[in-house]
């Protein structure tokens, strides 16, 4: 997993979302914005996390591990059961 880059600064969050609320956008392959990386943070259960371009790659995020979402790379999640998560906003 990639890491956020030490100069980068947290500029907003999601709310909380849980295996029923998760937007449909989320659940299919979209991007940040140019500049944006996010951190996904699972607060309950697991989260199948998939990287769709570069470094392509599928993660399952847990309490203990968060995902790193880089600049406008290609991406989705899918929850593995019960889940509750959030999204933080970096640039």
């Given at each position: 997993?990639?890491?956020?880059?030490?100069?980068?600064?947290?500029?907003?969050?999601?709310?909380?979302?849980?295996?029923?609320?998760?937007?449909?956008?989320?659940?299919?392959?979209?991007?940040?914005?140019?500049?944006?990386?996010?951190?996904?943070?699972?607060?309950?259960?697991?989260?199948?996390?998939?990287?769709?371009?570069?470094?392509?790659?599928?993660?399952?995020?847990?309490?203990?591990?968060?995902?790193?979402v880089e600049p406008e790379v290609l991406h989705m999640v899918k929850p593995v059961d019960?889940?509750?998560?959030?999204?933080?906003?970096?640039?």
């Open positions: 997993m990639k890491k956020l880059p030490s100069n980068v600064t947290c500029y907003g969050r999601t709310p909380e979302f849980n295996d029923k609320t998760i937007p449909s956008g989320m659940q299919s392959s979209h991007r940040t914005k140019p500049g944006t990386w996010a951190k996904i943070v699972v607060a309950e259960g697991k989260l199948t996390y998939r990287i769709l371009e570069r470094d392509v790659s599928e993660v399952e995020l847990t309490p203990k591990v968060p995902g790193i019960k889940v509750r998560f959030f999204i933080e906003f970096y640039r």
